[in-house]
Structures are given as C-alpha cells and as structure tokens.
C-alpha cells in the first residue's frame, strides 16, 4: 500500500472511530453532566455582564413581525380549557401560591386593573428564530409583592394548562425562573399582544415574558404561580417542561 | 595546500530549530478538538431551523437561504437548497438525508456532519457550549502566551521585506516552491498574514456573533447588534465564518501535507522542525 494511501485509511479510520464515538459519548450521562456544568458558567458570567438588571433591547411599531410565528401548543387539547375560551376566559383565575404570605386568585380584569408595562420585544426561539412583536401586561414582580413571598423563596413556578402528551393531563407545561428575573421590570404577564387580546395560538388568556431569555421560558396558557424553594420534586426536577428533555434551565444564550 | 580548503563541506542534511513553543502546541490542538465539536454541534444547531435571515428578526416566507425537503407531484421527496431565490437539488446531502437507520429523513445537514448525529437540538447546545467555553479560554492563553511571550510580534507581523515581496511569494506558492534554509526558518508572508486575519479576525468575531444571539448578551451589550446589523444577521454571518474556517482549514491542512507533512507535524508536536541548510549558509 503506497504511504498516502496509507495515511488516508488511517485518517478515515480515526475519524470513523471518532464520530462513533462521540455519539456513544454523547449519551453518557457522566459526559452530558461534564458538559452540562457550561451551564452554570454562562449563568454566572452573563449575571456579571452589565449587572442582574440590565434591561432587554426595546424595538419601535415599525419593527413589529408582520406574522409572529406560534411554537409549542397551539391550542390546548384540554376540556376545561376549551370551556373557559368559550367563555372568554371570564371564568379563569390565576392563583398564586406557594410559599407566599397572601395565596391570590386574580381575574382577568384584576390584572388589567394593575398598572401596565407595554414593551416592544424580540421573541428569540432556541431554534434559532426571531420575531418582534408588542406585549402589554401586569408586572410579575407587582404580582409577587401582593402576595408577599416568604424568606424562602427561590424559584417562581409558572403551571399551564396545556397538556404536552396527548391530552394526558399530568404532562402539562411548566416552567420556572429564579427571583431576580422574576422581580425584572420587562418580567410581565401579558394579556394583549400587538394591540389586541393575546390570542389562543400565543398561550390565552396569560402568557409570561421573560425578554432576557429564550421563548421557552415565556409560558403559554398560564393557570398558577407558585412560589417554592426547589424544583425537584417538579415534573422530572429540571425545572421546567423542555429542561425535563435536556434543554439548559438558563436560557439567556 | 589542501589545509586552506574550507573544513566545512557542502551540506544538505537537515538541521533541527525549534519552531514552536509548548504553548502553542498544546493551544494547537486544543483548538483543533474545539474547532471541529463546535462545527458539528453548530450544524446540529443549525438543523433546529435551517433557514438564514438579514436583520433582526426572521422573515419566513423569504429566507436568504433554507435547506428544506420539498414533495414534487410524483416521485420520492427532494432535498432542495434555496439561495437567493435560486434552487439547487441536493438530496442526499442538504435538507434531505438518510439518517442512521438508512431512512430519507428531512434535514438541513446530514447525520454524518452533526453531533450528535440525530436530529438533537437539547443535545448539540450542550457541545457547542462547552466546548465554547473551552475554545475561548484556550484561545485566551493562547493570545495572552503570545502577546507576552512576543510570539505574536516576532514569528506574527510580517516584515516590510515580506510585505515588499508578496506578489513573489504567491507566484512561489502557486508553483509549489517553498521556502527552504534561511528563508524557511520563519513563517511566509502568505501564512503570516492567513494566521493574523483568522486568530485576530475570523475567531474574534465567531465569538462576537455567537454571543449576539444571545438575548442576555444582547442586554447587556447592545452595541452587538448594531455591529451585525441584528440578531439574525448575527446567525447568518456566525454561519459564513463558520464555513469560511472550514475552507482556512482545508487549505491549512493542503499546505501542511505539499510542503512536508512529517516536518510540519513533528513541528506541532515536539516543536522541531527540519530546515535543509544551504550552501551558502554552511561554506
């Protein structure tokens, strides 16, 4: 065998080897918790950058996505769902509980009642997508202060209606952030969007904005809050229904 | 009268310097790991929405480019790559491709060129990520070793000389002269300049770009986007200097093996390389 051919069969071997490889590596669970700990890094590192308060870029009406892609449920396949959206959701209440002092039961008109907060904000989707569109809602950290949170609690709980399996109800959509971005001015549970009632397809009547993260943090079809001090005995313990199938808690890259 | 000869004969056998510091080397490779984990859990990434916008937000109906499978009347789904609004059949390669089980399956890379190789957009952001961070700090012992060290002044920054006898020096390469003795103790001016624009240009702003899409960073550092002219500007140049690495690295690697694979690989790894003395240097 000449040497460069020689060379080639073995370059072809190794990389052969190597990508393999790298997939039986990927799905090690001791590998992915190697390469899960980035996580953290970037958590913290962007945490430093401009400080825990540093506000999301703000867009003007002319920069509004003429169509704003709808993602995940579309329409819950839920029978009371679909019994409160026939009725324009004037039955529905967003309860707040947990570890808080006053648990709250707020309608509808008890969260428009609240002084708003409109922001014109860019929708980034971990595929990769980005649309702009204008929310007006209550403050969540507004919210959180009528219910007075208990010294213990770490994490805002956000429990939707939309069941992720089939219409198995114990698959529901859920999500969680920490108290600093729950108490960030741009953090707003948003009942209009782009001048209009929020529609069924953007998670009516209730959807959280979280503008320094990606739009899976920002729950559709919001039904409770709740305050706690761990996500692990939530859904897989990941904190929230896409990080129970592999996605970063932290989704400010 | 033999005594007033010259002692020294002629000699050609090659002479061992030292090219390459143990910082270099090792930043090297490391580097070649994270380049090569980063471009495969890129296209991974990639894959979640093959599709690639100019400004701030995506444009669905008119991408500048998307990989796609498209079902015609009759026959089997293609793969079809858009450009511009130009259209190229690519099955079997871009947005149609078997998967591991031998199954056509809708993608915008093949599983041959993503990691992990099925469709895992969780999975590819776990790599990519890591190995992100890998890729900067080596990079940034990297840049420090070498702005300190002078490796960057010294064996970097072409001499007005070089730069005087550039057009030389292409026509040397075209016609696959390489330097040899004195002339090839240091790097050329061509392969000076190519290592300044990818370690002072290409990588610098693969990391920029990266960290544009992150809507964090872009709090943060809003001067980000309207370096990149927006969020998905940002993507689509994230992805051009991806590939435009992929042809550094194509021809890195083609200079490497035409001009003495065995001296430059020795090179990388224990730091010597062999320069053929000259006539002129020995007499």
Known sequence: MPPNDLHRRTLLGIGTLLLGGCDRLAEDPAVQRVLASAEGLTRRVQRLLGGASVLAPEYTEADVSPVFKANGTLDPDDDDYQDMAAKHFTDWRLEVVGLVERPLRLSLDDLRAMPPRTQITRHDCVEGWSCIGKWKGAVLGDVLRQAEPRAGARYVVFRCADPMDNGNPDSRYYESIGMDEAFHPQTILAYDMNDGPLPVAHGAPLRVRVERQLGYKMAKYLMRIELVDSFADIGSGNGGYWEDQGYAWYAGI | ?283
């Open chain 2, 1 to 283: 009268m033999s005594q007033t000869r010259p002692l020294v004969q002629t000699r050609t056998a090659p002479v061992l310097i030292y090219r390459h510091s143990v910082i270099v080397r090792i930043t090297h490779w490391i580097n070649v790991l994270c380049l090569a984990i980063l471009l495969m859990s890129g296209l991974q990434i990639f894959n979640a929405h093959p599709a690639l916008y100019w400004g701030n937000i995506s444009d669905f109906d008119h991408p500048a480019v998307s990989l796609a499978a498209v079902q015609p009347q009759n026959g089997p789904p293609r793969g079809i790559t858009t450009v511009f609004g130009h259209r190229f059949d690519t099955t079997g390669v871009l947005g149609l491709s078997r998967d591991a089980a031998g199954q056509p399956r809708e993608r915008g890379f093949p599983a041959w060129a993503t990691l992990p190789g099925e469709q895992s957009l969780a999975g590819g952001r776990l790599w990519h990520f890591f190995f992100a961070w890998l890729f900067v700090i080596n990079g940034s012992i990297y840049l420090l070793a070498g702005i300190l060290r002078g490796h960057v002044r010294r064996d970097l920054l072409p001499g007005r000389d070089q730069l005087r006898h550039i057009g030389q020096t292409a026509w040397d390469h075209l016609l696959f002269r390489f330097p040899k003795g004195e002339a090839a103790r240091r790097y050329n001016v061509l392969q000076k300049l190519a290592y300044l624009s990818v370690i002072f240009g290409f990588l610098p702003f693969m990391l920029l770009t990266g960290l544009t899409m992150s809507p964090r960073m872009d709090a943060a550092w809003p001067q980000l986007l309207l370096l990149f002219g927006g969020r998905q500007s940002a993507r689509t140049i994230h992805f051009i200097l991806a590939w435009s690495l992929v042809a550094f690295v194509l021809v890195h690697v083609f200079m490497v093996l035409v001009s003495g694979v065995r001296n430059n690989l020795r090179s990388m790894v224990t730091g010597r390389y062999a320069i053929e003395e000259s006539r002129d240097a020995a007499e």
